[in-house]
Every structure is written in C-alpha cells, then in structure tokens.
C-alpha cells in the first residue's frame, strides 16, 4: 500500500466548478507539498504546509495532522488549471520525499 | 537566480546501453535527489547527494548510480538499460537534506528501444 493516497485520480471539470483534491497519508510527517506539472514535465510547488490552512489566489490547501489529510481546492476553474497535482509528504524520519500518484485534473471551457 | 537544470531533456537509448543524466542545483543548493516518474508508479524516489556523498537511497537495482561533484553538479548512471527504464528522470535541489523547501529541474525524458 502506498503511503500517500490521491484521490481522484483523473477529473473532469467544466469551467468555473469548485474542483477538489484529497490526499491521506499513514506515516508520520514534518511537512505536505502539494505539487503542479504541466505537459511536458515541469514540477512546480503550489504549497506548503505543515498546519491549517494556505490560499494563493484561487488555490486553497488545507491540512488535519490528527486525521493524516490534506485537501486541495481550486475555486472558479480555469482550462489553464489543466495538470497534474501531486500530493507529496516529508517523513518525519529521514527527511525523504513520498509522492502520491496524482491526480490528473482536465478543465473544460 | 537560475533554476535547475537537466541535461539532455530528451533521450534515446538502446536496450543494454548505458545512459549519464546531469543535473545543476540551484546557486547555493547542496543537496540534489533523484527521482523516475512511470505512468504507472508515479514519482519514485531514486537517491540523494549531499557534500558528495549519497545520503539517502531508494529501492532501486544496483544499476541506478549516482554521483555528486564539489560545486554540487550532480549525475546519474544507469547501465544496461531495460525497456522498463523508459521513464522521465528528474531532479531537485534543496539547500541541504532536511530542508522543507524542494526545486524540481524539467527532467530527461529518456526512450530505451
């Protein structure tokens, strides 16, 4: 079983839905990224978190340390949000990187 | 300040050859990982560097080496190549290990035939 679990894997929005992404975790953690790549492979780093709750924008991401869960939200979608978003988490022991699978996110106009 | 960068973006091999990625951190970033992401297994962790020598690795034949050089340039090797190597190879660069905060470069998209 993989430590980081994504759900959806695959989503189909119109534009302008509230879209949003889940991701549960079993191990113990020092920090959540949720990550964006575009076609063609660039990873970017949306946010960060370690507590509550981050906005930038139209992206929301929350966090429950007790509940191991982390949502992110994408208010008014765009086709420009097209990508994957990865859900990616720092162990607390080894300082490593452990990455979901994705979550493939289609905007359409 | 300059990004990550991988060289060669794009790559093609033949099964049984050898393949060398390079990889620049960040100005300032000693710590470089390595990662291969399938369709299938998503984003896997390969190793990472740090002052030259390889802290942590993942769960990878021996055929996956890597190396650090003292200005932090990174390489990996892959020998005899499998058609199941066909992967996008990328790597990312923090300040040191532990660090929250990772950069990704824009990968090697490497084809063995």
């Known amino acids: 079983k993989n430590e980081v679990e994504q759900s959806p894997q695959n989503l189909t929005a119109q534009e302008g839905e509230f879209i949003t992404i889940n991701c549960s975790y079993s191990?113990?953690?020092?920090?959540l990224h949720w990550l964006q790549q575009h076609p063609g492979g660039g990873i970017v780093s949306l946010f960060m978190l370690s507590s509550g709750k981050k906005k930038h924008g139209r992206l929301i991401a929350t966090i429950n340390i007790q509940e191991k869960h982390s949502s992110l939200h994408i208010t008014a979608s765009h086709p420009r949000d097209s990508a994957v978003y990865i859900c990616?988490?720092?162990?607390?022991?080894?300082?490593?990187?452990?990455f979901g699978t994705g979550t493939s996110l289609t905007v359409i106009p | 300040k300059a990004g990550v960068t991988q060289t060669p973006r794009y790559l093609i091999k033949t099964r049984g050859q050898q393949v060398t990625l390079s990889c620049s951190p960040i100005s300032g970033h000693r710590s470089v990982s390595w990662y291969q992401q399938t369709p299938g297994q998503g984003l896997q962790f390969l190793f990472e560097?740090?002052?030259?020598?390889?802290?942590n690795k993942g769960n990878f034949p021996g055929r996956f080496s890597g190396r650090q050089f003292s200005n932090s340039r990174s390489e990996m090797n892959v020998s005899t190549l499998e058609l199941g190597d066909s992967a996008l190879y990328l790597c990312?660069?923090?300040?040191?290990?532990?660090?929250?905060?990772?950069?990704f470069g824009p990968g090697t998209r490497l084809t063995v035939t």
């Open positions: 990616a988490v720092i162990k607390n022991t080894g300082n490593q990187f452990y």
């Open positions: 990312a660069s923090r300040r040191q290990v532990g660090a929250y905060e990772q950069y």
């Open positions: 191990v113990g953690i020092s920090a």
């Open positions: 560097y740090f002052s030259e020598t390889q802290r």
